[in-house]
């Protein structure tokens, strides 16, 4: 009775070390953007359009959500149609850590990528604000770094270093930054200032040059206040 138990016992083991083992493997390999992922969904996405008469499947979002936050793809809706038969591994809603998301749904609709990764990180800083702001009549304004765009004071919202965010292009960290009402953003001008050197572009002061991350990249430069170009560098472009 006790040998048959053990190998009872060994079998289950075996079992769960092995069940263990391959969703690691798996995991790992689908939380990283992966190129054959975004054709994929992109040849699902020009199905869905050539099937519906140029609609998109996207999920409705207000009108006032960010451009590059606004137009996330519904994976349910293509999958309904028969556009997309499974959803990329690196999916967020297949457990993965990216969200996919529509450029240029107007005129040339490209499939992207937000790491959602940046989304829990902003989401962890921005309970300390509140917190801070539960007690405080102001937002934790640090530094004043051009008009209306200020640093966060790390040390009233009990961290030990600015608060910085390791960037979706590059190993990079970048800043987290707050305009006058309080709301955060990633600050991309270390990004930008090496995209405006490698890329061949046309930009000019007014242009909204965050698109030359969109354009020639994976992924789109989610929470970010917009910036333009002036004397080669990237500025602020504040409303």
């Not at 190998?7 to 391959?22: D, K, P, Q, T």
């Not at 137009?71 to 690196?90: C, H, K, Q, V």
């Amino acid at each position: 009775m006790k040998y048959t138990y053990k190998l009872i016992l060994i079998s289950v083991l075996s079992l769960v070390l092995s069940g263990c083992l391959y969703p690691s493997n798996e995991l790992e390999k689908n939380q990283t953007p992966n190129q054959a992922q975004l054709d994929m969904v992109q040849s699902a996405l020009d199905d869905y359009r050539e099937r519906t008469n140029g609609l998109l499947p996207i999920r409705t979002k207000p009108n006032e959500t960010p451009i590059f936050e606004k137009y996330l793809i519904d994976f349910n809706t293509m999958r309904e149609l028969g556009s997309i038969a499974e959803l990329p591994g690196n999916a967020y809603e297949n457990g993965g850590y990216y969200q996919y998301a529509i450029l240029d749904p107007d005129n040339e609709p490209r499939v992207k990528l937000i790491d959602l990764r940046i989304t829990e990180e902003l989401r962890s800083i921005n309970m300390r604000i509140d917190a801070y702001r539960d007690k405080n009549l102001y937002p934790p304004f640090g530094e004043e770094i051009s008009k209306q765009v200020f640093t966060i004071d790390h040390e009233k919202i009990g961290l030990e270093n600015p608060p910085t965010i390791k960037s979706p292009y590059s190993d990079a960290m970048l800043p987290v930054i707050m305009d006058t009402v309080g709301t955060v953003y990633i600050d991309y001008r270390i990004e930008l200032n090496n995209a405006l050197k490698e890329y061949e572009h046309s930009y000019k002061e007014g242009d909204d040059i965050r698109y030359i991350l969109a354009e020639n990249t994976p992924f789109l430069p989610a929470y970010s206040l917009p910036y333009t170009i002036k004397d080669n560098e990237p500025v602020f472009m504040i409303q």
